[in-house]
């Protein structure tokens, strides 16, 4: 390590940036001018359960296998967020959900298809529509999806390594600190802890004649630090802890909470993740649950979080600016 | 290890059959009772890259991280051997590319479709229809699909886990060997030479306070051979063979051609996969390539790997036929 350098600035020093990223450093720039002084959120999709991984190394294997989430949480977020109004970016590990396309995965879309034939005075015309039983789900998801578009509130950009994902978190974050208190960041990133420095992988593939390897992993500096203290100082921060022991849970948050002083660690456990999360603020915490109707309504707890999180957020800015005002 | 067991007992015999594997089984046992004695081609795709990983744990990342496929050569594959006139039996990771569905990923269908009003005399229809622009490239894909669905010679089968691809490859190979020579396995799927044992792995999520971890992995028993000498005896079995070193390229896939006694290696280079591939036989090899205007004209390089292989299959069915007659 250089010396009197922290361990990001080392990380950033030591990597180049990922090819594309000028263009994606654009992208981020123009958007952000567009929306200048409307509120704003950067939403990152998991970097290690994107699109499921299949080494599994632990038995609740949280950060490398999921089969539960491919982004889900990310994706879904996003809709929600554009609903509510926000300008969105959306910063995923490409092939992992996106959103709105997300409700139709795999061969869902070619199932809802059928050929039309219409037979016209001088020829017969072919078009292919979505079946009438299809209309009632499709129709609107299709509309705000192209309402998202029309406005051009949702700007996507997509990653594929570790190291691109923390290129584009600074790069964002840096535009977003001109929007102060409007701007939040949900990141349900929580990057992996470890990761195979560049430096120690071998070049070719493992041979297995040479029996089984040992690898050893490095972590990850911690960029929540330097995201709060220095890139977005006025946004509101917050971050995920998902954990698979309940009783670490709320012990944990609270320590990222003291640690980098962000606003909010959204907690949950593995296994109930898609039901039940604890708001885990430095002085008090709740649960945001889904209960037995809503499950059978198929309502999204991302829904909650999301309408809870809007009015915290409402919130901060009005005390942010009162806080310049007196 | 239990006396007397090989590798590959004892794996399906320390492990329990996946949830749902009965399930699967039984569609199996369906589909190949009903296209008894036509050709019909297990293919399974890649374990390893299908979704694509996260933790690099190679530079010239084979095993665990492929940002350039996600099923590709399997999913394609798939879509000539039903062109092809094969009963086509598509073992594929969860989440990986489907047949035809492969072409339309993320937002690309939704990006295809526009909403039309239709006014009639009492109402207003609303349709959603695919933009005519977008007509040409969906049409056929979509018909052929159509046609793999009512002709009934598609059956695809997802699994998660290593445990689960391996119950699954057992289950389809010995439903396949009444089929004696008629049946194909095309084993994409060329399985992750290491796992992590279940008995060695965490039962939590490894904490980052305690450092980095390191991990074992073993490896994973070699399953070609049980499946060449028991359960498919009579079946042309292709396996895959990716590296990274042009070097090792054949000499490694003749010495798994020593080894299992099957029919044929597709060796690829993982750089140059998509362009060019080797077909190794036990005393010959060579290459099949596309050429500068097929990689214009967007050729798949699997549509010359199912046709070269429909032939050596053909005149392998014949030659076996006149060997039981002599």
Chains 1, 2 share one sequence.
């Not at 539960?68 to 994706?75: C, E, K, N, Y």
Request: glycine share 4%; charged share 20%; net charge neutral.
């Amino acid at each position: 390590m250089t010396k009197n350098m922290s361990r990001w600035e080392e990380f950033y020093h030591s990597l180049t940036p990922p090819s594309g990223f000028d263009s994606s450093k654009r992208q981020l720039q123009e958007f952000c001018s567009r929306h200048q002084n409307k509120k704003i959120v950067l939403v990152t999709v998991p970097y290690q359960d994107s699109g499921g991984t299949t080494v599994p190394l632990e038995h609740n294997t949280v950060r490398f296998v999921d089969n539960f989430s491919a982004g889900t949480r990310g994706s879904a977020s996003a809709e929600y967020f554009l609903h509510a109004g926000y300008a969105v970016i959306f910063v995923f590990r490409l092939k992992s959900l996106e959103p709105f396309a997300r409700h139709f995965t795999g061969q869902t879309f070619l199932n809802m298809l059928e050929v039309r034939k219409e037979n016209n005075e001088h020829s017969i015309n072919v078009a292919v529509a979505v079946k009438g039983n299809n209309l009632g789900e499709l129709l609107p998801i299709l509309q705000q999806y192209q309402d998202a578009q029309n406005s051009g509130r949702l700007l996507q950009i997509p990653f594929t390594t570790l190291s691109d994902y923390l290129w584009l978190l600074r790069a964002a974050s840096e535009c977003l600190s001109d929007f102060g208190p409007k701007a939040m960041l949900y990141l349900a990133a929580a990057v992996s802890d470890f990761y195979v420095p560049t430096d120690r992988m071998p070049t070719h593939k493992m041979q297995s004649t040479e029996g089984p390897p040992t690898i050893s992993l490095q972590l990850v500096p911690k960029m929540l630090k330097p995201l709060v203290n220095i890139w977005v100082p006025k946004a509101y921060v917050v971050s995920f802890k998902l954990e698979t022991d309940t009783n670490l849970l709320i012990k944990k948050s609270r320590e990222a909470l003291n640690k980098y002083n962000h606003n909010l660690v959204i907690a949950n456990i593995l296994q109930t993740r898609k039901y039940t999360v604890v708001f885990v603020f430095p002085d008090s915490d709740y649960e945001i649950n889904l209960g037995e109707e809503e499950i059978k309504n198929n309502v999204e707890i991302e829904s909650k979080i999301v309408s809870d999180l809007v009015s915290k957020h409402e919130a901060y800015i009005k005390e942010c600016e009162e806080g310049n005002n007196s």
